[in-house]
């Protein structure tokens, strides 16, 4: 017969209890990322990897839908964001929130390129707004074109 000290018997059954508490994999496996590094991502599926299936991970599902009509990442450069460019490097020239952004649901984030357009170097940049949606942010629009920047 099994012989169990009851000491020995409370501590399986608290580790038991300890254990379920914890977070599940799902929730802890992918990382929250920041507007900055949202932004980054889509700008960087388009048009560095050339994968619109990518970029759609970063968009609101009504963003989703016009990727999808474009198919292809140079006619979302050319019709969604209206520039088509090869050779980018981006970087974040601009967020309206620094401080308070765990008290904001909604932030504007400015992306400057640099790369070809037509063969010649080229700057310009792109404003998007991201919205939070639970613990994540997600981009909702792709604001219009001020003015260029050229190099």
């Known amino acids: 017969m ?8 409370v501590t399986l059954l ?4 300890i254990s379920a508490c914890e977070q599940s994999p799902e929730d802890g496996s992918k990382p929250k990322l920041s507007p900055e590094q949202v932004s980054l991502g889509f700008f960087q599926a388009i048009y560095i990897d050339k994968d619109v299936q990518k970029a ?22 050319r ?5 088509s460019m090869s050779q980018v490097t981006m970087s974040i020239d601009e967020i309206d929130i ?3 952004r765990k008290f904001t649901d909604d ?8 790369g070809l357009k037509g063969g010649r170097k080229w700057i310009d940049d792109r404003t998007i ?3 939070k949606r639970g613990s994540s942010w997600v981009i909702v629009e792709i604001l219009p074109e001020k003015g260029r920047i050229e190099g």
Do not use: W
């Open 2 to 9: 099994l012989n169990i000290k009851p000491i020995s018997l």
């Open 14 to 17: 608290l580790l038991f209890f």
């Open 56 to 77: 759609k991970q970063f968009v609101a599902a009504d963003i989703q839908e016009v990727m999808d009509h474009y198919h292809i990442a140079s006619a979302v450069q």
């Open 79 to 83: 019709h969604v964001l209206g520039l």
């Open 98 to 100: 620094d401080f308070f």
């Open 107 to 114: 932030v504007t984030v400015v992306v400057k390129m640099e």
């Open 129 to 131: 707004r991201l919205h």
